[in-house]
């Protein structure tokens, strides 16, 4: 983790909770301010009735006092009514801005970061940390009244009591009423300082201990909740009776004693200080009481005085409560702007060539690639290029390194060595947004979502409803939508509406194939394109291969070689290395060729190989 100082992090961190929710700041203050002065404000005018009471006794003044107490309640209430309301939304509204924000923050990284196993950690432990222990950027919008409500308090209080020191009517001179005894109470009343930190900071180690002894804890944690509840491992987990092992690895990577030590802690730690609070309340209440009794103060003023030194006291520790506070959240402050500065240069390209418009040649040279942490390498010297308008298969065994190959293509990961070409030139000299434009992939884990048919093809939610319908009638799902109760506006799941359908394997890929269709990019690239389609939803798709494409550049990828007869083209990986290429019937003859061996293998399955 990045050394990060914390004014800057509580700098850039208050600038994000400002961002995202921009009147939170200026409620928070004054909602702190009118709850800080507003009861002080009371307790200083009741001292004053009290001392009319045992004074001059002046109808007028009192019935004034009265009158400005019960007013000054009266609106102070009618303010905070009205603030405390409007920030209670804000806290809703933050809350789920800020997952938006940090969603909307992954979205933008550049997808090896995506991929990054120690990234998915970070933001796990970011959104548990959140979550479970109230750490982190969020955080910092509760410790803002924290902050500020004892602050004010802290100036009301020191107003109030200043006339402890300056009252200067005839009264009995003893240890009690003399300056030195004053100074004792002050440093008495100081000891909350240092006690109080010594307390947060133990909290700090004992918490970060905690931590570091259960580091994937909260990774855990995470993965378990989003685990337990997904509808996809629903299935395994009733039929291999998954419940059990789940629990118990679950308890034992994150069990009652991993949260029991925190709270634990914290609950001592609350205890510890309202102990000290009582007694130096006791001690406070003494000494003014005895000074009162040597004639110091008039009665009122023994009342506002109690009240305020009371009052600054337990100010004083929340304030040191809650900068000791910001000082444990800093580690997990930084832990966020980690996670927010990761890469995007991708997206924010510095090419900024623009795409041509036609004729679009792209070229592997002599590519190889690692994954990011990986010792190993996917790809090895690929040198291939991909002729405009005409369509190229792919095939080789699992893990072969055809979807890594389309993957480069797209510019999803950068070549570890060599480079890839548009038209004689490094692709990453073009604006990446303009070239992810040129890419109609259906990948095999393709993602459908809980949104109306019109908008998962189209991907937007307002779209041309004639050329949606054209795709997927082209991606075979015409019929289906046809009799779907709503056509495209017909949602799929049931998340969002009752009336939700959902598709079966093979009619979601064809919607994903009608995702690709809608978009109309020049180039198409389907990775198993017809995996979980039945034979004759996959016969028509061959068949109308040339139709459903047009003149674009395409490349698929797939396991079955029947399949792949259509096309004049075949490439055939091998560990990751371009190891055969041309036509079915020249590679066929090629007998100790791998397309050969992979054929007649598949020839004892397929009847018509
Ligand atoms: N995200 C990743 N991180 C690390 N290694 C990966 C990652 N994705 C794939 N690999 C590895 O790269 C190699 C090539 O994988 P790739 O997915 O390209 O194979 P493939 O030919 O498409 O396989 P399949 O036919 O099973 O889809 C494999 O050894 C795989 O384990």
């Known amino acids: 983790m990045k050394k990060r100082s914390i004014w800057r992090n509580l700098c850039r961190g208050y600038g994000i909770v400002n961002r995202l929710t921009p009147t939170y700041i200026p409620l928070t203050i004054v909602s702190s301010f009118v ?127 200043f006339g402890m020191f300056t009252s200067a009517s005839s009264y009995e001179q003893t240890f009690i009423t003399s300056p030195f005894a004053t100074g004792l109470m002050v440093l008495l009343i100081l000891l909350i300082l240092p006690f109080t930190y010594a307390l947060k900071k133990r909290e700090e180690r004992i918490q970060m201990k905690v931590f570091e002894e259960n580091p994937k804890s909260n990774t855990y944690v995470h993965f378990f909740n989003e685990y337990m509840q997904v509808k996809n491992a629903a299935k395994d987990i009733r039929l291999y009776k998954q419940a059990p092992a789940i629990e118990d690895h679950y308890n034992k990577s994150v069990g009652a004693e991993f949260w029991y030590r925190i709270f634990d802690l914290f609950g001592k730690n609350n205890a510890l200080a309202a102990a000290m609070n009582a007694v130096l ?60 500065d990761l890469p995007d240069n991708m997206r924010k390209s510095d090419g900024s060539r623009q795409i041509p418009q036609e004729g679009l040649e792209f070229e592997f040279r002599d590519v190889s690639f690692k994954y990011p942490g990986s010792d190993n390498y996917a790809i090895k010297h690929l040198s291939m290029k991909f002729n405009i308008g005409e369509r190229l298969a792919v095939v080789g065994l699992n893990g072969s390194g055809k979807t890594t190959m389309i993957k480069l293509l797209c510019r999803l990961y950068e070549p570890t060595e060599g480079v890839i070409t548009l038209n004689g030139i490094d692709i990453r000299e ?59 506006h ?67 990828v797939s396991h079955r070689l029947s399949s792949c007869r259509f096309c004049h083209d075949i490439a055939v990986f091998h560990e990751g290395q371009l190891i055969q290429r041309g036509s079915h019937d020249e590679l066929i003859a090629d007998r100790g060729g791998k397309y050969a061996e992979l054929w007649n293998a598949q020839a004892q399955y397929y009847v018509g190989a």
């Open 281 to 340: 309340g006791g001690c406070v209440y003494l000494f003014i009481g005895l000074r009162a009794l040597y004639g110091m103060y008039p009665l009122g003023s023994v009342v506002q005085y109690i009240g305020a030194v009371t009052g600054a006291v337990g100010a004083l520790a929340k304030l040191v409560s809650v900068l000791g506070n910001f000082i444990t959240n800093n580690p997990y402050l930084s832990l966020a702007f980690d996670y927010l």
């Open 430 to 488: 073009y604006d990446y947004s303009a070239y992810m434009g040129v890419f109609s992939v259906v990948f095999q884990d393709f993602k459908l979502y809980s949104f109306s048919l019109g908008h998962n093809v189209a991907s937007s939610e307002s779209y041309d409803a004639a050329l949606a319908e054209e795709s997927l009638i082209m991606a075979g799902l015409g019929e289906k939508v046809k009799n779907m109760p709503n056509g495209l």
């Open 35 to 161: 709850r800080a002065v507003q009861p002080l404000m009371v307790l200083f005018l009741s001292a004053q009735i009290i001392n009319e009471l045992a004074g001059e006794r002046d109808t007028g003044r009192i019935m004034l006092y009265a009158a400005l107490a019960v007013g000054l309640a009266f609106v102070g209430s009618a303010i905070n009514a009205a603030v405390t309301r409007r920030i209670a939304t804000l806290n809703s509204t933050l809350w789920a801005r800020f997952y938006f924000f940090l969603g909307n923050r992954y979205m933008q990284l550049n997808y090896d970061q995506v991929e990054d196993t120690e990234n998915n950690e970070m933001l796990a432990d970011i959104e548990a940390k959140t979550n479970g222990n109230g750490l982190g950027l969020l955080r910092l919008h509760y410790s803002l009244p924290e902050l500020l409500q004892p602050l004010f308090e802290l100036m009301a209080c020191i107003i109030l009591f």
């Open 490 to 556: 017909t949602y799929l799941h049931k998340d969002f509406s009752d009336d939700g359908v959902e598709l079966s394997g093979g009619e979601a890929q064809k919607a994903a194939l009608a995702r690709a269709l809608y978009k109309n990019a020049p180039f198409v690239i389907l990775d198993e394109p017809t995996a979980a389609l039945d034979p004759i939803a996959e016969f028509e798709i061959y068949s109308r291969f040339n139709e459903l494409i047009g003149d674009k550049t395409a490349i698929f």
